[in-house]
């Protein structure tokens, strides 16, 4: 037998010592069936002893039962209970009107008496199950006992007296019967069942007669709650252990749930005390078990902070004016946390409850965070609304900017809290330590060793917490300050100039990589991401008059350029910079050209400059690693400018001539060869089409002509620099643009101008790739001669065959037929001739 752990008490020792016994007697029962089964086979006459012998057959083998006998003696105690219980129920309910009350109380009596007495003798003859089952009986007949006397004696009392009554005296009568025998698991776990009844049956009672306020059952459950916690913290037997921490935690859950919804709802502070006090309490109970038991530390810890956050919050929000409500409990969250901070409270707790609470109070401040995005969002993007009116006139103040419908909201409230969340992370970024890395590593254990056999263990990089906290403090501190014109209010001058100056002061964190707060390693980078979303919101502000639009472009266009040309923060940095230059910029084209009152289509042309400068520039930058972002931005100013122009075909034209000469102009660079070669062709192609389209030409050859030229030019080239390379990949391509769809356009009309050239052209195409041996010239031009002398000969085709009898053209394919059979291994001696003379061209 294994040996008990030397910690249990003696109740539990016993229960482990009567499951190994259990054990034992199964084992010792398997044992002596083998052993008469070997018995009967040592005994058995030998086959040779037998009269008349015979080939002996084996014997069977016994199968192996599929039930151990402890579970066949559980299934039938069990169901010998359940059936007991149930005829107990059938005569106390059923048949109870058919005997005197003397008889009826005297059968009762006596079977319960005789279920409760029993499993003690069953227990000293070790017959443990089988006192289970007579236990259960006895509890439910109890229950029973309790109904007939209240059926009987008591029927005018209060139902829900009576039932607190009862459940109080079967709690205690069932912990006191489990208490005298130990050995029985399921008395004292039924007590904790019925223990969760009496104080909240007598709050009902009490609300339903005297129409008590709602509080008292958010009391009674509280009580009941920390019943089950002291219960969990006393106890330790596991049935007794587990029943209470489920009724400590639904208890629990109602109790916050009841409370937090009368602190919420509370209309003033005196309202709010007593679900503070509620919230206080269930807080202090949630911390008893975490105090004790590690396991549970940290979710309970978490759930006391929340409590006591909410109590204390609750009652500051009560007193508040409306709209400071997360405020109060924001600070009442901080707090929390710098308690939790203190050395000496440090010292005493556990790690995990100061982690919980620490959990807690920053599960608050998401929540608060989370409040204040209405807000935040609006003062970067409510601007938008008013782009429509484009100097249409300058605001009343700073909160009419934002629109007319779209001013609601605490804006004072909502910048403190953004400061108070802004301070904690900085304050958290001071405290951290430098990297955080995995939990071996924290606690010193070595991190190349896995276990046992595994080799080394895998970890994880360890995380910079405090260079990212301090980038959240400074996002939260960016959000705070870009409110502040809209706190008190300002004109709109003075948003203007504030957001300006703020966008400014922010690119200029960009120009050096200086750590400028300790946990603040990335103000480059957090300084250029708040400066272009700052600048793009202030832009959109400063299109409510000329003179705000033309002095916010200019000055974000000068700062822009600045970073990229002079900050030393890392090429991503002046990278975004240049390409935000650039945005800028083709922003200020188009400011003036609205200010000269030019047609879309003309402010079109005057953005193609853009392209045009940083062209310019990145020739001089050639490899530099910010050419090519800012290229990209250029080309996507280029799409601008042509939406512009989609209204005046003519000037769509240019637009697509200029990218197209800006395309080949970058294309003499070799590094951009490819790329901006192959683009510009394209341009110049679309260019000329929509030009063509806009004059109203609708001639095919018009269209196809200006790409069957240089095609065919590229296809000389590329012939002479590679002879090997196929007459199909050189000229097929450029005869096939023109000569297709051409074909298509004599099939599809009249006419005789068209038909004479491209017959002429063909048979030209054709005399060429015969004399040079080319396959690609020869097969298409061939094919398209011999389909343009089919069109011209099919009416002449036609009439002849109506001019003709019936029965010749039926004769005529019978004799033709006749001539292909007497010459098919003529023709077909020449087809491969033919064809092996087409495969010696190139």
Known sequence: MKNAPPTLPPAEEIAVIDRELVQLDHRRSQLLARRAYLVSVLHRPAPQARAGARAATPRPVTPRPETSPPGVQNVLLTLGGILLAIAAIAFTVVSWGDMGIGGRSAVLAVVTAAALLTPAILLRRGLGSTAEALA???????????????????????????????????????????????????????????????????????????????????????????????????????????????????????????????????????????????????????????????????????????????????????????????????????????????????????????????????????????????????????????LPDAWAGAPTDARAALGEDLTDGNWV????????????????????????????????????????????ARTLPPVDLRAWAGVAAAILAWAALTMAPFVLDTGYPQLVGWQSALGVALLALALNRVRYARGLRFAAEIGMACALVTAASTTALALATKVATFTVLGTFLTAFIAVAALSRAGRIVRAVAGCAAVVWG??????????????????????????????????????????????CTAALVGVVALALATDHAPTVALVLALGGVIAAGTAIRTERRTAAGWSAAALFLLATWVRLAASEVTVPEAYTLPVTVPALVVGVLRRRSAPATSSWTAYGAGLSVTMVPSLLAVWGEGGWLRPLLLGTAALAVTLAGARQRLQAPLVLGGAVLALVTLHELAPYVVQAVDALPRWLPPALAGLLLLVVGATYEQRLREARRLRETLGRMR
């Open 586 to 631: 083709s922003g200020l084209v188009v400011a003036l050209a609205e200010a000269w009152e030019l047609a879309p289509h003309r402010t079109a042309v005057a953005l193609m400059a853009v392209p045009a400068l940083v062209a310019l520039l990145a020739a001089r930058l050639r490899t530099h690693p910010i050419a090519a972002p800012l290229e």
């Open 136 to 386: 259960v009986l006895a509890l439910v007949l109890l229950v029973l006992d309790a109904y007939a006397v209240f059926a009987v004696a008591l029927s005018g009392v209060s139902g829900l007296t009576y039932s607190a009554w009862a459940t109080t005296l079967l709690a205690a009568l069932w912990a006191a019967y489990g208490a005298a025998l130990p050995k029985l698991r399921s008395p004292l776990p039924a007590a904790v069942v019925a223990a969760q009844l009496p104080l909240l049956l007598w709050s009902v009672n009490g609300a339903a007669a005297d129409a008590a306020p709602a509080p008292s059952l958010a009391w009674a459950l509280l009580g009941t709650a920390a019943l089950d916690v002291a219960l969990v913290i006393r106890v330790t037997r596991p049935a007794v252990r587990v029943t209470a921490t489920v009724g400590a935690v639904f208890n629990g859950a109602l109790v916050l749930m009841l409370a937090g919804f009368e602190s919420l709802t509370a209309a003033s502070a005196l309202d709010a005390v007593e679900p503070a006090v509620l919230l206080t309490l269930a807080g202090a109970v949630a911390l008893l078990p975490a105090w004790r038991f590690r396991v549970v530390a940290l979710p309970c810890a978490v759930v006391a902070g929340l409590a006591l956050i909410a109590a204390f919050g609750g009652v500051i929000a009560a007193a508040a004016p409306s709209g400071w409500a997360m405020p109060g409990y924001l600070v009442c969250a901080v707090a929390l946390l710098l308690v939790v901070q203190v050395p000496a409270l440090a010292a005493r707790p556990p790690a995990d409850v100061l982690r919980g609470l620490g959990a807690a109070s920053a599960a608050l401040m998401a929540l608060a965070l989370v409040s204040t995005l209405p807000l935040v969002v609006l003062q970067y993007a409510g601007p938008l609304t008013v």
């Open 413 to 456: 409230a909502t910048a403190l809290v953004l400061s108070l969340l802004a301070g904690v992370m900085l304050a958290v970024s001071r405290r951290l330590p430098d990297q955080i890395g995995t939990r071996a590593q924290q606690e010193g254990e070595d991190p190349s060793a896995g276990p046992e056999g595994a080799g080394p």
